[in-house]
């Protein structure tokens, strides 16, 4: 189950949280992760990264102005 990023919150994870590639996802057994979407493109990215990521060069920080997502 993917959820808005506002959830983010709940979670420590770190740079992941604004970031643009990011998606939150939370599992039927209510446990909660990020999903990377660079991963589908680039194998260098973890599809699940371990929080909290700290240091990544796929960051790219969301603007703020997606009301949408
Ligand atoms: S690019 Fe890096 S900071 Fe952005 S979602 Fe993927 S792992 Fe997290």
Not at 1 to 12: D, I
């Given at each position: 189950?993917?959820?808005?990023?506002?959830?983010?919150?709940?979670?420590?994870a770190g740079l992941c949280a604004d970031c643009?590639?990011?998606?939150?996802?939370?599992?039927d057994r209510g446990s909660s992760f990020v999903q990377c979407q660079l991963s589908f493109t680039n194998s260098d990215f973890a599809k699940?990264?371990?929080?909290?990521?700290?240091?990544?060069?796929?960051y790219q920080q969301e603007t703020g102005n997606s009301a949408g997502n």
């Open positions: 189950m993917t959820t808005s990023k506002k959830n983010f919150g709940v979670l420590n643009v590639h990011a998606r939150y996802i939370e599992s699940y990264p371990r929080l909290p990521v700290l240091v990544c060069k796929g």
